[in-house]
């Protein structure tokens, strides 16, 4: 079992930035792909980005080149650096944990979920 905490959202103006955090604790070995999920009021979850345990990451079109995903030296603590933050990246942001390869889009690859943490972004 992997359990996953977020922390570090808030609320915040346009243009900010914001980081979170997602806190691995428990087989955290089996994680083979970290990613990072967003669902804004009346949307289905999307992808945001990812990272491999061999370090390969993963941008949705929409934060490419605004977000950044890293993750610690002991490989139990994901990242997520947004940078220019937009009125419509608010959401509630999840950290998820697959303990296979696939494709890091699919939300079904994941075993793990953390609890969420909200991001606001007023404009």
């Known amino acids: 079992q992997v359990l996953l905490v977020e922390s570090g959202g808030g609320l915040v103006q346009a243009g900010a930035s914001l980081t979170l955090s997602c806190a691995a604790s428990?087989?955290?070995?089996?994680?083979?792909?970290r990613g990072w999920f967003r669902q804004a009021p009346g949307k289905e979850r999307e992808f945001v980005a990812s990272?491999?345990?061999?370090?390969?990451?993963a941008y949705a079109d929409s934060v490419r080149g605004r977000f950044t995903i890293s993750r610690d030296n002991a490989k139990t603590t994901v990242y997520l650096q947004m940078n220019t933050l937009k009125a419509e990246d608010t959401a509630v942001y999840y950290c998820?944990?697959?303990?296979?390869?696939?494709?890091?889009?699919?939300?079904?690859?994941?075993?793990?979920w953390g609890q969420g943490t909200q991001v606001t972004v007023s404009s």
């Open positions: 998820a944990a697959a303990e296979q390869y696939g494709l890091p889009r699919r939300i079904s690859l994941y075993d793990y």
């Open positions: 428990g087989r955290t070995d089996s994680m083979y792909i």
């Open positions: 990272i491999t345990r061999n370090g390969a990451t």
